[in-house]
């Protein structure tokens, strides 16, 4: 006896199901998200690998509030813990984030506190609602005179 193999109908992949559609959120919905694409994680300043436990905690935990408020929200805050602000060049220790097509990218460069000053600050800039993390400074290193 022989047997027929039984051929399968190539699946095609280029098919899009009309039935999905992305979902919307309303403004008052939508909260910081947080980006790590520029992350420069290797800068000498502004590095967070000798850091221990405590300090992640307190970075994660700093994200996560900060992720129910909108970007009006968090720049409007003038919470004594948070500092968020613009970044002046002219008063730190650097002239720019050193990224490529900066002068595009970003608007403004700005800044907040993980805590009251104990785990230092969080650089990086806004593109509508997702904050690009750019610099971790634990150690107050981009305002040196500050510390």
Known sequence: MSKRKKRLKKTS???KPDNLKPTELS???????FSYKYLQEEHPK??????DIQYLIALLSRLKDLS????QELKGNSSKTLRCHPIDWKDTSENSFGIPNEEQ???GPYQFSLSANKHGRVHGFFIEQVFYIVW?????QLYPSRK
């Open 105 to 107: 990218l970003v608007d």
């Open 136 to 140: 971790l400074d634990p150690e107050h």
């Open 27 to 33: 403004q008052l919905q939508k909260g910081i998200a």
């Open 68 to 71: 129910s408020l909108s970007v």
């Open 13 to 15: 992949t280029d098919r």
């Open 46 to 51: 502004f590095s967070i690998r000798q850091r």
